[in-house]
């Protein structure tokens, strides 16, 4: 199961504690307590393993090192060591404390969440003329702790939207080497599944229905992948007795979740081409292109249509390259 959303509480380490200290050395009677270390920071960096939200299902907490207390002789505490956390690419990290909110898009890139507490002064640095013998020290600061809502946002070239069982998950298998489940009802995806056509990565999202974007059926919980999604397939069955209503209902779905959504890049497939004749699937080509004009018809069992599909994947491919 995918783990897409989850809330964790991470603490930066405390600061160490400055020392009192006095060097006890003949004719050498001055002040030698050395500083705290500062508290380890907490990192947040991507990766490009998409399951790996479910390493905080079940713990919750996550902590970095304190800082260790100053000691004699100017030694100061070593600093405590800092803790770096995965997350998919794609995350978008809400600070439920402060508002704060990091978007993890660069893989291999730490992102700063929370900072560790600098460590406390030692009796060294407070000598001076008049106080040859200093007691005064000071604690050292508290790290930042934070409670944290982890949002994964899928970052894909292509995503595949469409009402249940038009057909999105046969056309990902059929594209590339992914294996996802089929079958002939509705909502047999429950989680995207990914897939990658050259260096395109596709990504197929679960059905959507009328009230998607107010929580119904599978809901807002996928409609947010398709936010950083560059393209939409918007795949439509042929099977479908009102092509123009399905189209808008989606379309009506999309819009209400985010405007931008509806300015993305959409190509209309109508899909099961093979289940309709000539005639039929014609008409409902045409009443399609009065809504969007990029209308393709295409079967899985269609080699021929099957290759116009794989042409317009290969023309978005090399226009990412920059070579069209």
Request: overall charge positive.
């Amino acid at each position: 199961m995918l783990i897409d959303d989850i809330t964790i509480a991470v603490r930066a380490g405390d600061g160490g504690k400055g020392a009192v200290r006095f060097n006890k050395n003949l004719h050498q009677y001055g002040p030698v307590g050395g500083s705290g270390g500062k508290g380890g920071s907490i990192y947040f960096i991507g990766s490009s393993d998409l399951g790996i939200l479910r390493n905080y299902r079940y713990k919750k907490v996550f902590a970095a090192d304190n800082g260790g207390d100053g000691r004699g002789q100017s030694r100061d505490g070593t600093d405590g060591k800092d803790l770096t956390l995965s997350v998919p690419m794609g995350t978008t990290i809400e600070n439920l404390t402060n508002g704060a909110t990091y978007d993890i898009i660069t893989l291999g890139k730490p992102v700063l969440v929370a900072r560790g507490g600098i460590g406390g002064r030692g009796n060294f640095h407070f000598r001076s003329s008049t106080n040859t013998r200093p007691k005064q020290f000071e604690y050292g600061k508290p790290g930042q702790h934070y409670s944290l809502r982890l949002s994964l946002k899928l970052i894909a070239d292509i995503g595949l939207v469409g009402l249940p069982n038009a057909g999105k998950t046969s056309l990902l298998n059929e594209l590339t080497r992914a294996r996802a489940k089929v079958g002939n009802y509705e909502f047999t995806t429950l989680e995207p599944n990914l897939g990658t056509f050259g260096e395109l990565v596709l990504a197929d999202i679960p059905g959507l229905i009328e009230g998607a974007s107010r929580g119904k059926g599978l809901g807002t919980k996928f409609l947010q992948h398709i936010e950083r999604t560059r393209t939409l397939f918007h795949l439509i069955s042929a099977e479908s007795d009102d092509p123009v209503r399905d189209y808008r209902t989606v379309r009506a779905e999309l819009g209400a979740y985010a405007r931008g959504l509806t300015e993305k890049e959409e190509h209309v497939l109508l899909s099961k081409s093979d289940t309709k004749d000539a005639s039929d699937l014609e008409k409902k080509i045409a009443s399609l292109r009065n809504l969007n004009p990029n209308v393709t018809a295409f079967s899985i069992h269609d080699p021929e249509r099957m290759r116009a599909i794989r042409q317009k994947l290969a023309t978005i491919e090399a226009r990412k390259r920059g070579a069209v």
